[in-house]
């Protein structure tokens, strides 16, 4: 059961208690999958809103009423809202839909999945992204749909000068929070760091 949050602030001399609409939940939890997928979504409030483009949902957005079908990858975020309380924290989860010809791809080393829903990865400007790490098991292969070391955003760039010019670019990656501001993350057993 999900209760109602009270969050306390002191205004002068009296204090103030607002109402925050409960948490949402979503199911099953972004990731890679090889074809379309349900999402659900769960709440105990009034009202879900929600977005597939990675923008804020708002009080316009589109209203959840049935499960969602994914059949392109899509960075769902959808909050929680209630006449009597104040929105909730939103929900962000990356839906990453395979190409039917890399859904059976495997590696002996580890595996990086970077998804710009559509834009590209320009040199010295930021673009906000999902990235996934995926460790290959010891003496196994690495799938693209198998469970990962780190699932989150990260703002990604290309970088170098010469070697631009060549098909395969070199990134810089900071790991950030759903805000976009750097967020220490430990990716394949390093030290958490953002970049």
Avoid at 69 to 74: D, G, I, K
Avoid at 91 to 112: G, M
Avoid at 155 to 173: D, E, N, Q, V, W
Wanted: aromatic share 8%.
């Amino acid at each position: 059961m999900t209760a109602w949050i009270a969050c306390a602030s002191a205004f002068g001399a009296g204090e103030v208690k607002t109402l925050v609409a409960p948490s949402l939940g979503a199911a099953p939890k972004g990731g890679v999958f090889a074809s379309n997928v349900v999402v659900t979504l769960t709440t105990t409030a009034k009202e879900i809103r929600y977005t597939l483009d990675g923008s804020e949902p708002a009080t316009n957005s589109a209203l959840y009423t049935t499960p969602l079908l994914l059949t392109n990858s899509a960075l769902l975020q959808a909050r929680a809202f209630s006449s009597d309380a104040k929105a909730s924290d939103s929900l962000l989860e990356t839906y990453t839909l395979l190409e039917t010809n890399v859904a059976d791809f495997t590696s002996p080393l580890p595996l990086v999945v970077i998804n710009t829903f559509g834009r590209p990865i320009q040199p010295g400007t930021n673009l906000l992204a999902s990235i996934r790490f995926i460790n290959a098991p010891t003496n196994q292969r690495a799938t693209l749909t198998a469970a990962c070391d780190f699932d989150g955003r990260a703002a990604i760039k290309a970088r170098g000068y010469t070697s631009l010019r060549y098909p395969k670019k070199s990134f810089a990656i900071e790991t950030v929070d759903n805000l976009g501001h750097g967020w220490p993350a430990s990716i394949p057993g390093f030290p958490a760091d953002t970049d």
